[in-house]
């Protein structure tokens, strides 16, 4: 006969769950709610204990995921201008190979690209590929069988790689793309940053209509730098700018008056270029960078000291 603390079991298989829910519904509050409802469920089961607790939950809350993504789906259609997936702070892991491999699977664009994905596609590609579920559990906990869900996983790996949208350039590179588009806020001057963009870069800037921001996907070399030199050089003289960890990757946050105003981040093209700039508006979507501290480094570019 099994026996555990149900507790203890629950509080090792949170990590995983919050991962699977969070890459599954792209907002943090969601997943949180998802995660939460299994836990009830875990706690009301009066049945035998599984033998695999986790595997157990994680089906559970696979399934509330693909639940709550039906009426997700339906939300995103009123949604004013283009939606970014939510972005949340982390700490750099010592192990430079972990975190690489950690922060391809949370990179907004990669998140965006599971948007286009079915339902069931995401869920298998990310229990069997990201999570390493075996096909044996995932078929369970989807309800299909083994070769429809090696299928499925199949059709979205092959997607992903085609698509190129895992791939994450060197700490140094990221940082020093970043800096370019400080640099381009600050001065109006968009040229430096201009040598950096795929000619088929695009940009696009998640607000829900709650404040100003462009509402429709800019598409181009000369349209992006139009718009930075033309738009994002009025700025005021007094905004904060600083380096923070976002799902992974460095991202620029943005502040005014010690107020976040901004959260930029980009993909990137394998060259090196950027080929997406990311800018988050939505101040709902921001309240987790509220706290962030700033402390200024050598170069004069403001950072949090959790950075590494």
Known sequence: MVS?????????????????????????????????????????????????????LTSVCTNRCLDILRSVQRKRTDYVGPWLPEQFQMEADDNAEVQMEIASSLTTAFLLFLERLSPRERAAYLLHDIFGEPFSEVAGTLGLSVEHCRKLASRARQMISREKVRFV????????????????????????????????????????????????????????????EQVMSEVPSDLQFGLVRANGQASLLIRHREKPQALVSFAFAETGEIQSIYILR???????????????????LKKPGSLH
């Not at 203890?8 to 997943?31: C, H, I, M, N, S």
């Open 4 to 56: 555990y603390d149900k507790e203890q079991a629950f509080e090792d298989a949170r990590p995983q769950l919050l991962g699977v829910a969070y890459r599954l519904l792209g907002t943090l509050a969601e997943a949180e709610d998802a995660v939460q409802d299994t836990a009830c469920k875990w706690f009301a089961a009066t049945d035998s204990l599984p033998d695999n607790a986790t595997a157990w």
């Open 282 to 300: 939505n101040p709902d979507k921001l309240e987790r960078f509220v706290s962030t501290s700033l402390t200024t480094d050598g170069a004069g």
């Open 169 to 228: 350039p060197s700490q140094e590179r990221q940082n020093e793309l970043l800096d370019m588009f400080r640099t381009a806020l600050a001065t109006g001057d968009a040229g430096p940053l201009a040598a950096t963009l795929s000619a088929d870069v695009d940009l696009r800037a998640d607000s829900n209509g709650m404040v100003t921001a462009i509402q429709h996907v800019l598409a181009g070399r000369d349209a992006v730098v139009a718009f930075v």
